[in-house]
């Protein structure tokens, strides 16, 4: 395991946070536009998300390698990835559900209907018109998810014949030309540019299979950094405006150079502690991506009662104040995070993964 990517995947799970704390207190609901300086501050956030699309197409692929041409192995490699997935997932959705349904606002977000529900738990695509608006119900974050299990099962074909990724390949030609699927839910799911950050990690792990150092890794890094604070930059000085389309591959080509860079430092000898706060805050980043906006709903009410009860978001004071406020919520969400990695998904995780092999999962 690279250190320094999971810490990486900590820096990229703490931007989202930072995002989506920012946003909810701006919301009409609680602090409205006296939190507009620190959304925009944070408005960099989801470039999180290409990040964590390009590591995963990188790590599953690089991990999985050795297997691909050896159809005996796609057992095991789809029961461990859906062990990394699923159980704390559902436990997620689970709390989330059981916390909706408790007030009449909340319980929009629940699915309306059976097949809903067994598309939200089994994370397949569904339309944006979902509950939730992100086509991932109660959970909307997990709508990540759900390329992350296409791309699980893109990856199976290849344990069986390398030559059958040409299919999933050609299939995404296709419907990005031609609308193979249609113009509707999958036509959009499946041309989605981050398709292509999955593409793009599992390229980088091929490109660089052989533990060499590179000469100028440490160039690479820097480089790196200073175009996405140039990115984050734009961020902030478009703030409000729609989306381009080339911030994703942007943030992507990025992220790409950021991880091909650390690798071969760590190929090199350089490497971060295990102890590392920011490792171990990787190695949790999987439940603060899930947990963060449950944890979030409830202390925006209180960050909002904090603020209107001292009329403090009517001062000079107010930008710090809600900034320090956001702060405190990510560091809240880091918390509850923490302590669910610990005590619920590592014991979940080592278990099931015993189980696994003691039933022959490879």
Same mark, same amino acid.
């Given at each position: 395991?690279?250190?320094?990517?999971?810490?990486?995947?900590?820096?990229?799970?703490?931007?989202?946070?930072?995002?989506?704390?920012?946003?909810? *207190?701006?919301? #009409?609901?609680?602090?409205?536009?006296?939190?507009?300086?620190?959304?925009?501050?944070?408005?960099?956030?989801?470039?999180?998300?290409?990040?964590?699309?390009?590591?995963?197409?990188?790590?599953?692929?690089?991990?999985?390698?050795?297997?691909?041409?050896?159809?005996?192995?796609?057992?095991?490699?789809? *029961?461990?990835?859906?062990?990394?997935?699923?159980?704390?997932?559902?436990?997620?959705?689970?709390?989330?559900? $059981?916390?909706?349904? %408790?007030?009449?606002?909340?319980?929009?977000?629940? !699915?309306?209907?059976?097949?809903?529900?067994?598309?939200?738990?089994?994370?397949?695509?569904?339309?944006?018109?979902?509950?939730?608006? +992100?086509?991932?119900?109660?959970?909307?974050?997990?709508?990540?998810?759900?390329? #992350?299990?296409?791309?699980?099962?893109?990856?199976?074909?290849?344990?069986?014949?390398?030559?059958?990724?040409?299919?999933?390949?050609?299939? @995404?030609?296709?419907?990005?030309?031609?609308?193979?699927?249609?113009?509707?839910?999958?036509?959009?799911?499946?041309?989605?540019?981050?398709?292509?950050? %999955?593409?793009?990690?599992?390229? *980088?792990?091929? %490109?660089?299979?052989?533990?060499?150092?590179?000469?100028?890794?440490?160039? *690479?890094?820097?480089?790196?950094?200073?175009?996405?604070?140039?990115?984050?930059?734009?961020?902030?000085?478009?703030?409000?405006?729609?989306?381009?389309?080339?911030?994703?591959?942007? @943030?992507?080509?990025?992220?790409?150079?950021?991880?091909?860079?650390?690798?071969?430092? #760590?190929?090199?000898?350089?490497?971060?502690?295990?102890?590392?706060?920011?490792?171990?805050?990787?190695?949790?980043?999987?439940?603060?991506?899930?947990?963060?906006? !449950?944890?979030?709903?409830?202390?925006?009410?209180?960050?909002? $009662?904090?603020?209107?009860? +001292?009329?403090?978001?009517?001062?000079?004071?107010?930008?710090?104040?809600?900034?320090?406020?956001? %702060?405190?919520?990510?560091?809240?969400?880091?918390?509850?995070?923490?302590?669910?990695?610990?005590?619920? #998904?590592?014991?979940? +995780?080592?278990?099931?993964?015993?189980?696994?092999?003691?039933?022959?999962?490879?």
């Amino acid at each position: 395991m690279y250190l320094s990517l999971q810490a990486c995947r900590a820096l990229a799970a703490l931007m989202v946070v930072c995002l989506h704390a920012s946003n909810n *207190l701006r919301n #009409e609901l609680y602090l409205g536009h006296a939190a507009d300086f620190v959304a925009r501050l944070f408005s960099f956030g989801d470039a999180g998300v290409p990040f964590f699309f390009v590591l995963s197409g990188f790590i599953v692929t690089r991990v999985h390698l050795q297997d691909f041409d050896h159809p005996a192995r796609v057992k095991g490699y789809l *029961l461990k990835r859906a062990t990394r997935i699923y159980p704390v997932y559902w436990l997620v959705f689970a709390l989330t559900c $059981a916390a909706a349904s %408790l007030l009449p606002h909340t319980r929009v977000v629940l !699915p309306h209907d059976a097949l809903t529900l067994i598309k939200s738990l089994l994370l397949l695509p569904q339309a944006p018109s979902a509950p939730g608006d +992100t086509g991932a119900p109660v959970v909307f974050v997990a709508w990540t998810l759900q390329y #992350e299990m296409a791309f699980y099962a893109v990856m199976a074909l290849a344990l069986v014949r390398r030559w059958l990724l040409c299919v999933p390949v050609a299939l @995404y030609v296709l419907n990005r030309q031609w609308h193979a699927f249609g113009d509707g839910m999958l036509q959009h799911f499946f041309t989605n540019d981050l398709v292509i950050l %999955l593409a793009m990690g599992a390229a *980088l792990a091929m %490109l660089t299979r052989t533990r060499r150092p590179m000469q100028h890794a440490l160039a *690479l890094c820097l480089c790196a950094a200073l175009a996405f604070m140039a990115l984050a930059v734009w961020d902030m000085q478009t703030f409000g405006d729609p989306d381009y389309h080339w911030r994703v591959l942007a @943030y992507g080509v990025v992220s790409a150079a950021t991880i091909w860079g650390l690798v071969r430092m #760590e190929d090199g000898g350089w490497a971060l502690s295990p102890d590392h706060l920011l490792v171990r805050l990787g190695n949790a980043s999987y439940v603060l991506y899930l947990i963060h906006i !449950p944890v979030l709903s409830p202390l925006c009410k209180l960050v909002k $009662a904090a603020f209107m009860h +001292t009329g403090a978001h009517q001062t000079a004071l107010a930008t710090p104040l809600i900034l320090g406020a956001t %702060l405190l919520m990510v560091l809240a969400s880091c918390a509850v995070a923490w302590l669910f990695h610990r005590h619920v #998904e590592q014991p979940i +995780t080592r278990w099931l993964n015993q189980v696994i092999n003691r039933n022959g999962g490879k």
